[in-house]
């Protein structure tokens, strides 16, 4: 994209004032940010996803061990497992978790 402006204003050089040219250029730049930006933002989106999943799936591996120990270590009836739960906080810019642990019977 970048080398695709800089041969679309060496091509029009001489045609243009400085500035015309010094506009194009600016124009030139701030489409280029614009798109930096918009790749950012779908790089940012995807990262958060790929977090989240890797999350999930940290938080189910570390319950399945819980349980594990659980069922070779308790030995009374009235719990039949335990594991952590994790809640992402709505009203937080920043991903943020709560975590608690809970008894099923």
Same mark, same amino acid.
């Given at each position: ?21 010094? !506009? @194009? %250029?600016? #124009?030139? *730049? ?11 933002? &779908? !790089? @940012? %989106?995807? #990262?958060? *996803? ?11 591996? &570390? ?18 497992? &335990? ?23």
């Amino acid at each position: 994209m970048i080398n695709q402006y800089d041969r679309t204003l060496n091509d029009v050089k001489d045609k243009w004032s400085p500035t015309e040219r010094a !506009y @194009i %250029e600016k #124009l030139f *730049k701030a489409n280029i940010n614009e798109s930096v930006v918009e790749d950012l933002d &779908i !790089y @940012i %989106e995807n #990262l958060e *996803k790929s977090l989240m999943l890797f999350h999930k799936q940290k938080m189910e591996e &570390i319950n399945k061990i819980i349980a594990d120990l659980w069922i070779k270590t308790y030995q009374g009836n009235d719990i039949r497992k &335990i594991e952590i739960k994790s809640d992402i906080e709505p009203s937080s810019r920043n991903k943020s978790f709560n975590y608690r642990i809970t008894f099923a019977n």
